[in-house]
C-alpha cells in the first residue's frame, strides 16, 4: 500500500468521507457522488515526450498532467521532473493539491505534472526541449482560468521561463493573442513576471506553521531542537527561517546523508559550505565556523530518529512507514514535503501522540504564494516583497488555527482534522454549483 501513492490518496479520503458524512445526512447521494468523482482526477494527459539529444539521437520521456478537481477554481500545481515519478503518483500529488488550494481558501483547484527523468543526466540545451516538449503536450489545457502550473522537484524558475516563451509560441501560431502567457505559470523568475517572496515561501509559510504549533505545545522557542531531512529549495529556506528566529536546527541533510550538531546549526553558512563541497557531510558549521569535529555524520534515516522536539521531512514521500513511525522521538512532525507519513505510519504516531502538522497545510504557503503571483500578472501590478510576505503570514496562521480548533472539536489527528476542513469546502462547492 505505503508505495502506490493515489491509493494512499484514496484511503485518506475515504477515511476522511466517514466522518463528514454526518453532516451531509439530507443529502446522502450528492456526497457520495461528491467522493466517488475526488476519488480520481478529473483528466489525465500523457505520452511520452520526443526530445532531441545533444548527441543526434531522440529519447523519449514519459510525462504526465493530472487535472483532480476544478470546483474551486482553475487546476493548479507544480511539474516534478524525477527517475521515480509515475502514473500514480502525479494521480495523489493532483488530489493533495486540491486539498491543499482549499486549506487556506485561494480559489483553485488541484493538478499536476510529472516527467520520469533525471535531469541530473541532461544538459542545459536537453533540459530546455525537454521543458518546451511538455508545453506542447499541454497547450490545449493550460492557460490562467484553466490550469496553471508551478515549479515542484528538480524545476526552477528557468524551466518556467522556456516553458511561459513556448505556451506563448503556441498561442501567437494559432492567433489566440489575448491569453495571457505570464498568468499561466508560476514561480517564474522575478525578472520575467515571478513574485518577490515566492522562492523562500514554502519553507517561510512552514515556520509561520511552526510558530503556532510551539505556542500551542507550551514550548519556548529557544528549548525547541528540530531536525530537517532535506536541503533543497524547501528544506533550506525552512531550516534558515527557523534559525534567524531563534530555534535551534540541530540536523539537516540532502540526498548523501545528513549531519548531525547538538548545539545549533548556523544554517545560511551550512549552504555555503555545502556549496563549496558538494554535499553537507562536512559543513557542521557552527557560528560561522565550519568544523566536523562539532557534529556527526548520520544517514537520512537516523534523522528522523533523533531525539529533537520536532522533525521535518522536506524531501520526498513515504520516508516515515510503518516500519520505522515506532521509532520516532518527536513531539511533532511539520510534514514540508508530500506525503512524506504512509497512512499505516499516522496510526502508529497518533496512538504515540505524536503531533502532525500535514503536508496540505505546512507547505501551503509555495502555493499561496503562486496565487499572489497570478494576481499580480492579471493586476500587470508588482507588490514588494514586504506586502507578499504580509498577505502571506495570516493565510497561514489562520489554517493552522483551523486545523487545531478541528482536532480539539472532533479528537483527531492534524491530518483527519485538516482534510475534514479541505474536503468540505471542495464538496460544497461541488455542490454549489450542481455538479454532483
Ligand atoms: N509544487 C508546489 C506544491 O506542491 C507548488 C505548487 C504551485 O505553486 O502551484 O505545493
Redesign the pocket.
Known amino acids: 500500500m505505503s508505495n502506490d501513492p493515489h491509493a494512499n490518496a484514496v484511503q485518506q479520503l475515504h477515511q476522511v468521507a466517514e466522518l463528514l458524512r454526518p453532516q451531509y445526512a439530507d443529502q446522502a447521494d450528492r456526497f457520495d457522488q461528491a467522493i466517488t468523482k475526488l476519488s480520481e482526477p478529473d483528466r489525465v494527459i500523457e505520452a511520452e515526450l520526443s526530445v532531441k539529444m545533444d548527441d543526434g539521437s531522440t529519447k523519449q520521456f514519459q510525462a504526465y498532467r493530472a487535472q483532480h478537481n476544478n470546483a474551486r477554481g482553475p487546476y ?5 521532473y524525477h527517475q521515480d515519478v509515475s502514473l500514480s503518483e502525479v494521480k495523489a ?1 493532483s488530489t ?2 486540491t486539498w ?1 488550494c482549499a486549506v487556506t481558501g485561494i480559489p ?1 483547484g488541484g ?2 505534472g510529472g516527467v520520469i527523468v533525471n535531469p541530473r543526466e541532461l544538459s542545459t540545451g536537453e533540459l530546455e526541449r525537454l521543458s518546451r516538449a511538455y508545453v506542447q503536450l499541454v497547450a490545449d489545457h493550460i492557460g490562467p482560468w484553466q490550469d ?6 528538480n ?1 526552477t524558475g528557468q524551466i518556467m521561463a522556456w516553458m511561459v516563451d513556448e505556451y506563448q509560441q503556441a498561442l501567437q501560431s494559432k492567433g489566440q493573442l489575448l491569453e495571457n502567457p505570464l498568468a499561466t505559470f ?2 517564474k523568475p522575478v525578472m520575467l513576471g515571478g513574485s518577490e517572496g ?1 522562492e523562500e515561501a ?1 519553507g517561510l509559510g512552514g515556520v509561520f506553521v511552526l510558530e503556532e504549533l510551539v505556542a500551542k505545545l507550551g514550548l519556548r522557542k529557544q528549548d525547541v531542537s528540530i531536525a530537517v531531512q532535506g536541503f533543497g529549495n524547501v528544506g533550506y529556506w525552512f531550516a534558515y527561517h527557523a534559525d534567524r528566529l531563534g530555534y535551534r536546527v540541530v540536523a539537516v541533510s540532502d540526498s548523501k546523508g545528513a549531519i548531525y550538531v547538538e548545539k545549533g546549526l548556523d544554517v545560511a553558512k551550512t549552504l555555503e559550505c555545502k556549496k563549496k563541497f558538494g554535499s553537507i557531510a562536512e559543513c557542521m558549521c557552527v557560528d560561522g565556523v565550519c568544523d566536523p569535529s562539532q557534529g556527526k555524520v548520520l544517514t537520512n534515516a537516523e534523522l528522523l530518529e533523533l531525539p529533537v522536539d520536532i522533525i521535518v521531512p522536506a524531501a520526498l514521500e513515504n520516508v516515515i512507514t510503518a516500519e520505522n513511525a515506532g521509532r520516532i522521538q518527536a513531539k511533532a512532525i511539520i510534514e514540508m514535503a ?1 506525503g512524506p507519513v504512509t497512512p499505516e505510519a499516522d496510526e502508529i504516531l497518533a496512538k504515540n501522540g505524536v503531533v502532525l502538522v500535514p ?1 496540505v497545510l505546512a ?2 504557503g ?6 499572489f ?1 497570478w494576481v499580480q500578472n492579471l493586476q500587470g501590478y508588482s507588490w514588494t516583497h514586504e506586502e507578499v510576505i504580509s498577505k502571506l503570514k495570516p493565510l497561514m496562521v489562520k489554517a493552522f488555527g483551523e486545523m487545531w480548533a478541528m482536532r480539539e472539536q472532533t479528537n483527531q489527528p492534524g491530518r483527519m482534522a485538516t482534510y475534514m476542513t479541505a474536503i468540505k469546502r471542495v464538496v460544497d462547492a461541488m455542490m454549489l454549483r450542481g455538479v454532483v
Not at 366 to 371: D, I, Q, R
Open positions: 493548479k500545481g507544480g511539474i516534478r500529488l493533495w493539491m491543499k483553485y493538478g499536476k496553471i502550473p508551478a515549479p515542484d522537484v524545476t508560476t514561480g515566492r514554502t508530500n503536508d507547505n501551503a509555495g502555493v499561496t504564494t503562486s496565487y503571483e
